[in-house]
């Protein structure tokens, strides 16, 4: 029997839901790339989905809402952990990769919907269940830092890649500077020392 349109979403593996989510979040890449992150909306992405918009406002609630999700679970999929034996050489190669990944229309649209979106509980929960999964991998860096003795027994792996991404947000969503080697080089010495001047247990402390 043909399941009727206005059904309740069923979440089961390869059901008829999964279809419609893996359809609705190409569309939104697609339509993100052509046009923009502030061009995306609900009516263009029910037809390149081949879906209902109200079944796309019964799943996500709002446009805003719609495209966090997709961009974070896209995005989840990137930055890759590297992993060349340093502390220095590990760091740089994930703020290099973060800023080409930010210059490409995936991770610009992805930083813009973070920075504009306005919060509601799902976007909450999306973000920081996005965030909390970046954290927990990009502390692989400062844990094998660590256990070479790079850096300090009580660093936090946290406060270290914030320091790391924070001026990379910045120029690029708000000072428009320029994030080059001699940039990133800067930016992982300054990281680094700061970690071996004011560890996180102590600085937490104050």
Do not use: C
């Not at 359809?23 to 029910?46: F, K, Y």
């Amino acid at each position: 029997m043909t399941e009727p349109e206005n059904a309740a979403p069923q979440r089961r593996p390869g059901g008829r839901a999964a279809k419609v989510t893996e359809a609705v979040h190409r569309a939104v890449l697609e339509a993100v790339t052509e046009q923009g992150v502030e061009n995306v909306g609900i009516p263009d992405i029910s037809r390149r989905a081949g879906v209902r918009d109200s079944s796309i406002y019964r799943r996500w609630g709002t446009r805003e809402n719609l495209v966090l999700d997709v961009l974070l679970t896209a995005s989840e999929r990137t930055l890759p952990l590297p992993d060349t034996g340093t502390a220095h050489g590990d760091l740089t190669a994930f703020a290099t990769a973060l800023i080409s990944y930010l210059e490409t229309p995936l991770g610009d649209s992805l930083a813009r919907a973070l920075a504009y979106v306005t919060d509601s509980e799902e976007i909450t929960e999306a973000r920081n269940t996005f965030w909390e999964t970046r954290y927990r991998a990009n502390q692989q860096i400062v844990e094998r830092a660590v256990e070479r003795g790079e850096l300090p027994p009580d660093t936090d792996a946290r406060q270290a890649i914030e320091l790391l991404i924070a001026p990379i947000h910045f120029r690029h969503l708000l000072t428009r500077q320029p994030a080059d080697a001699a940039f990133v080089e800067r930016l992982v010495t300054h990281v680094i020392g700061a970690m071996h001047s004011v560890p996180a247990k102590r600085a937490r402390r104050t």
